[in-house]
């Protein structure tokens, strides 16, 4: 038998130990012992016990394993736990029992009862807490809405789980990235509320959001009221929390922030920011002004990862969200594209004939865009056509629905009209087309009329708009009026409709 290598750790074993995950309760058990053990390992250099590569691994990362010793060489393999005077040698057998095994013969071998203790109340602590985060965790990453998962963030941060907070505040930064805003908040707003939420702590998430859901959001609209600025004062909670790695936990008598102190949070309260790719998004602080119980320092990590997580479902989101617009869209003028357009008209062709409503398709072509493309190229087409669309969406009212369909084509569904009201929207858009130069035909059909089958009103609009190009251009058709509309540009004479 060759003699084992004690000068540092053997390269056989640091390349074993590197191929090994460490699963997370076995990193849970020694973080929650807070016992300094030092570790000794011995092993074969090929086919170790993967426990022992994971203590390994453990203790090469920072944790309370300290490695005092790795050798190969022997022929089984050994594994040895010492804390203080007492030792546990773990062998084959023991090694091959498991993560809870090893927990309990290190509680009976080498801890006295003042140590089982409070790792006993430790891991009580814990225990919900990480039943929680992974409740949370799942709730964030499966949500279709960022509303939601703010909501399940705040609900997260002031769960019942000991942590210490009662109220949440969430502060995001505006469109222009230059101040936090208050967006949402969840927490009592009075002694009273408090009362009453205190009993909501033992239901789960979705039956405690349902009941919170109900309270008037007195404290929540408060916070919107707030924007937060960072003072140049050093000691700025805020500030100092946009510079921290994680969580920051104060204790003052009044906070030096003025948005903070607007709060009135007690004596002890969180700020933690919330960072996407190590850019800050937004800041949490959290409290309870209403109980006695002091937040507990270990709360930090929880309330970090749960940060983590809803920084990353949030960009998740914004990248689903990103990829529907980019598939609702069309590309060049930001409007709806042609498969939208149809989905939502048939949608408001339902809701027209169940309300006893009128809605309108008018279909508008520029008119002569290859002659625009061919003399001055298809840069000033394209910008020719983004400003038509322009013009659609800026004179047409916030709920109809302007789209293009392809080239040179766009459609408008202007919903709850009229013939009348039809007739003064086409006038007043080919009017605003001539006064910027463009000249535009239109096609427009009503629905319902005396057709009932929604398939006609496309149709009707299409050869509607046929028969204002022959026309001449310039003019709109629309079903149902006597003669053509020819547009006249603003301060001209309006032709007859």
């Known amino acids: 038998m060759s003699e084992p290598e004690v000068s540092g750790i053997p390269e056989a074993l640091v390349a074993a130990a590197r191929a090994v995950d460490v699963p997370h309760d076995l990193r849970t058990l020694f973080e929650r012992l807070a016992v300094p053990l030092a570790l000794e390992v011995e092993a074969p250099a090929e086919g170790a016990p993967t426990l022992a590569l994971q203590l390994l691994r453990l203790a090469s990362h920072g944790s309370s394993l300290r490695l005092t010793g790795a050798r190969t060489g022997a022929a089984s393999p050994k594994v040895r736990l010492v804390h203080g005077s007492k030792d546990l040698v773990l062998g084959t057998a023991e090694l091959a029992e498991g993560i809870p095994a090893l927990a309990r013969r290190i509680a009976q071998t080498l801890l006295d009862i003042g140590e089982v203790a409070g790792a006993i109340e430790r891991f009580a602590r814990e225990s919900p807490r990480q039943d929680a985060l992974r409740q949370l965790t799942r709730a964030m990453l499966e949500t279709g809405s960022i509303d939601r998962l703010r909501t399940i963030l705040l609900f997260g941060l002031t769960s019942g789980l000991a942590l210490g907070f009662s109220r949440a505040a969430l502060f995001v ?20 509320e408090a009362a009453r939420a205190e009993g909501l702590a033992a239901l789960g998430l979705e039956q405690r959001m349902a009941a919170v859901a109900a309270f008037e959001p007195r404290f929540e609209n408060f916070v919107r009221t707030i924007a937060v600025d960072v003072t140049t004062d050093p000691r700025d909670e805020i500030g100092e929390a946009l510079g921290a790695s994680g969580p920051l936990l104060f204790s003052r008598d009044r906070p030096v922030n003025p948005a903070l102190a607007a709060l009135e949070p007690p004596r002890e309260f969180l700020v933690a920011a919330i960072r996407l ?37 949030s ?23 042609r498969r939208e357009f149809e989905s939502r008209m048939a949608d408001e062709q339902s809701r027209a004939q169940r309300l006893g409503s009128q809605c309108a398709l008018l279909l508008f ?33 916030s709920h ?55 398939s006609v009103l496309f149709s009707e609009a299409e050869a509607a708009l046929i028969e204002a190009k022959r026309g001449g251009r310039g003019r709109a058709v629309i079903d149902g009026a006597d003669e053509p509309m020819v547009f006249a540009a603003p301060g001209d004479d309006d032709s007859p409709a």
């Open 315 to 337: 960009e998740n989101l914004r990248l689903v969200e990103s990829v529907e617009t980019l598939a609702r869209h069309d590309a060049l003028t930001g409007l709806f594209n």
């Open 173 to 192: 930064y505006d469109e222009d990235g230059r101040a936090l805003v208050g967006e949402s908040a969840i927490g009592p707003a009075d002694v009273g």
């Open 365 to 397: 072509d520029v008119d002569r865009l290859r002659q625009v493309n061919e003399s001055r190229g298809h840069k000033a087409g394209d910008e020719l056509l983004q400003s038509v669309g322009v013009l659609l969406r800026s004179t047409l009212r």
């Open 277 to 313: 790719r190590d850019k800050p998004i937004g800041i949490v602080v959290a409290d309870d002004p209403y109980g006695p119980a002091p937040i507990d320092p270990d709360c930090r990590e929880f309330v970090g990862f749960l940060l983590d997580t809803a920084a990353l479902a």
């Open 400 to 454: 109809d629905i302007v789209a293009r369909l392809a080239g040179d084509a766009f459609a408008v569904l202007v919903t709850d009209t009229n013939h009348e009201q039809v007739l003064a929207i086409v006038r007043r858009v080919g009017a605003l087309a001539l006064g910027m130069g463009v000249s535009l035909s239109a096609g427009g059909s009503l629905w319902p009329r005396d057709n009932h089958e929604q």
